[in-house]
């Protein structure tokens, strides 16, 4: 079955230390997104990508980026990691090719932990 | 995107129905309104979407008002599995969805 997944699901690392999360699927989808969610703010969009080689910011984009060279994937770099970006990670993907579903497939999450 | 408004939480007995609000006043013509939910520490689900009309499927219902300024998400039988964050969001079709807090709704015996 097609699916969408996150690596690694947990990670510690330490401030100031380059991170990279990934993100794969495999349903041949447009369209991918990153999220991250923290108490009290539900979830927050970091990136998205439209398709390869496009790009854009979300509300929370600032110490993120994100490439898009092949359909499948979109990791989400942090250069330098702070403790502020302490948080879970949720990739997801949609195809609105043939309408406007606006369902999104959701990763499992990565929790990320900067010391 | 338009802007919506929910309960912070909600509670609802099993077995009965969970009509959830949300207020999206300053939702403009083209704009879907769509429900997430997310159990637990899991990835957000789809539940239903719409943009004038009533719809239905085997998750739930939507309910939209006329003047298309608010929405109720109806789950007709809630289970304890129902027990979850719902989110109410407004966006254009194919655009970005920017999720709030939600509605935090418990499910009781």
């Known amino acids: 079955d097609a699916e969408i997944t996150q690596s690694p699901r947990h990670k510690i690392t330490e401030t100031g230390r380059q991170v990279t999360l990934a993100c794969h699927q495999t349903?041949?989808?447009?369209?991918m997104f990153w999220y991250r969610q923290d108490l009290g703010h539900g979830l927050r969009l970091i990136h998205y990508?439209?398709?390869?080689?496009?790009?854009n910011k979300g509300e929370v984009s600032d110490g993120y980026s994100v490439s898009r060279s092949n359909t499948e994937d979109l990791p989400l770099t942090l250069e330098s990691a702070a403790s502020s970006q302490t948080s879970v990670y949720f990739c997801?993907?949609?195809?609105?090719?043939?309408?406007?579903?606006?369902?999104?497939?959701f990763g499992e999450g990565s929790r990320l932990t900067v010391l | 995107d338009a802007k919506t408004t929910q309960p912070t939480s909600m509670d609802c007995a099993e077995g009965r129905a969970a009509n959830l609000p949300c207020n999206h006043s300053?939702?403009?013509?083209?704009?879907?309104v769509y429900w997430y939910r997310q159990i637990h520490s899991q990835g957000p689900q789809y539940i239903i979407h719409g943009l004038k009309n009533n719809e239905t499927n085997e998750m739930a219902s939507l309910i939209i008002t006329e003047d298309r300024k608010s929405s109720t998400l109806i789950l007709p039988h809630a289970t304890l599995r129902d027990t979850a964050v719902y989110y109410c969001?407004?966006?254009?079709?194919?655009?970005?969805?920017?999720f709030g807090k939600g509605t935090s709704l418990l499910v009781t015996p």
């Open positions: 990508s439209y398709g390869v080689q496009d790009t």
């Open positions: 969001i407004v966006a254009n079709s194919g655009y970005a969805l920017n």
């Open positions: 300053t939702i403009s013509g083209n704009e879907y």
């Open positions: 349903w041949n989808h447009n369209n």
């Open positions: 997801a993907s949609s195809d609105v090719r043939e309408g406007p579903t606006g369902e999104l497939f």
